[in-house]
């Protein structure tokens, strides 16, 4: 896996990203640091970048979003760091997520999904909150949320009990 | 799937072990019983007073770890009831059984320090070492399988470990460098693990992972600093895998220095020093080796080695 480490440029995208997307506060990722891939942002601690074997690594630490023309936060990031998040955040009730877990997408009306106003076609990542615990992203589009939470551990969800 | 095996113990085997194992019969008897199935609370997720105050899990504190916790439920039921939790897919929770839990506190690895794991995955050990790193610093996490590799990677992620760098080398070839702290777990023949995973035991296998443990050990010694700690464990009892393999470094290195194993609220038994013909240092006590039936875990061999500066 070719990896690059993030330049201080693109690493201050990133985390305007986080910070205007889901209000998570760029002191949050103070202390780490970032590298990609041709497919994923990455991070870690500074010094796993610094260690002399990262060139040689598979990988470090865990994958943090894909970019593509938004940052499309992976589901390890957001379990770990979505806590901070202060916007679009969608709390959900037992049976909404049971029903997302069932069929991948449920309706979800503009003011659980936190937006304010009424907007034709307003689309976007939020995080999918159960009982405040960030469990993932999923993507908003006219109303309809989809569950973008990987398949492998769609599958671990199923089988919990709620 | 583990913890679902009861054995019957092979007659070459009680012969073997009849005479260094304590309490034998009651070890038998231990083989024919589900062992208890332990979990992690993941530190870096939660903490463990929080998780304790909204879980639903029936959980008993296990005696050396504070994070670690035996379950109520025994065998297949046990193992169900954790995976089947939101606190499991959130990454909070991880199914270890306890006497694994040991290695890590006998290396005790700090926030600053440069850990090796060198046969990491899949990674319960060296997750186990980055919640106790405060998720800080660096480990360098190293499997020679792609689909070890694999396993670890899905641990790390789910654990949020960002502290973890993963390396793919077989062990013999692990590059030159440094390290406060090493970690050898080395493959073996299971014997403790006999209860946990289906294996064909025979005397073959020993000698086959005696001599490759011997040739583990000392390249692990070698990415030891000076002043620096090496951990050497195995789930086995046979000691041809355990006091034999750290014999053969004492020999082989003189900066290497046996030091006692010691963890709090944790009853072992000292390593031996006599098996069949073979006779061992007497310094070779200061290891420890706990058995399936001490507080029905599986079986671990621990040695702890100080690389001494010159």
Known sequence: MRKKKVKKREKKIILAEMEKGFGIPKEV?????????????????????????????????????????VLKPTTDMLQLFGKHAKKNVVELSKEKLKGLIKEGEIEIGRKSA????????????????YKKQILGCGFLKEGMLESKIPKARRALLRSARI | ???????????????RYRKIIPNFEKFVSFSKKAQKVSVRINTTKIST????????????????????????????????????????????????????????????????ERVLDITAAPGSKTTQISQMMSNKGVIVANDNSITRIKALRNNINRLGCVNILITRFDVFRFPSGLFDKVLLDAPCSLEGSMRKYFINWNEHLIRRFSGMQKRMILKAFGLTKPGGLLVYSTCTYAPEENESVVQFLLNNFKDAKLEQVKIPGLQAHNGLTKFRDTSYDSCLKKCARIYSHDYNTGGFFIAKIRREER
Not at chain 1, 44 to 66: H, V
Not at chain 1, 114 to 129: A, D, V
Not at chain 2, 82 to 93: A, K, N
């Open chain 1, 29 to 69: 990722f103070k202390k780490l640091d970032f590298f990609k891939t041709k497919k994923r942002v990455y991070v870690c601690t500074k010094e796993c970048l610094r260690d002399e074997l990262f060139s040689r690594a598979e990988t470090a630490g865990i994958g943090f979003a894909r970019p593509s023309k």
């Open chain 2, 1 to 15: 799937m583990p913890y679902l095996y009861t054995i019957m113990l092979p007659s070459k085997f009680k012969q």
């Open chain 2, 49 to 112: 007073q929080k998780f304790l105050e909204s879980t639903k899990l029936r959980l008993k504190q296990i005696p050396w770890y504070k994070d670690g916790f035996f379950l109520r439920e025994r065998g297949k039921e046990g193992t169900y009831a954790v995976s089947s939790t939101l606190d499991y897919f959130l990454g909070r929770l991880y199914l270890q059984d306890g006497s694994s839990m040991i290695p890590p506190l006998v290396l005790a690895p700090k926030e600053n």
């Open chain 1, 114 to 129: 936190g937006k304010q106003e009424e907007k034709q076609g307003e689309r976007g990542y939020m995080l999918i909150s």
